[in-house]
């Protein structure tokens, strides 16, 4: 066998080597990422699932916010001038200071 065809030989074999890696390097780089989108995925779905709760948990403290507005008003009512007839009629966000202008 001529020595250039040897040598093309083990050249080829050495790249063919070198292909290999590369491919199995590329196959773990892969399995790696796809771990990390699962994971990912579970962790969006927990936040999900927390979001839904915060949010159903917020709804029920509306609602319940707004059975107590009667019961606030009717104390309201029988303490006029106080802080709870203030907050109720002042559109500021925080009534009943020295600095409230809304003259409740």
């Known amino acids: 066998m001529p ?3 040897q040598a093309l030989l083990e050249q080829t074999a050495e ?3 070198n292909l290999q890696r590369t491919l199995a390097r590329g196959e773990d780089d892969r399995r790696d990422a796809n771990q990390a989108v699962m994971a990912l995925t579970e ?3 927990a936040l999900s699932d927390t979001m839904r709760a915060s949010q159903q948990l917020m ?3 509306a609602e ?3 059975s107590l507005l009667p019961a606030l008003q009717r104390l309201g009512e029988r303490r006029p001038g106080t802080a709870v007839t203030a907050a ?3 559109p500021a966000p925080i009534c009943a200071t020295s600095s409230c202008t809304c003259n409740a």
């Open 88 to 90: 109720m009629t002042c």
């Open 43 to 45: 962790r969006l779905s």
């Open 15 to 17: 790249n063919m080597e």
């Open 59 to 61: 709804l029920h403290i």
């Open 3 to 5: 020595i250039y065809v």
């Open 64 to 66: 319940h916010q707004q």
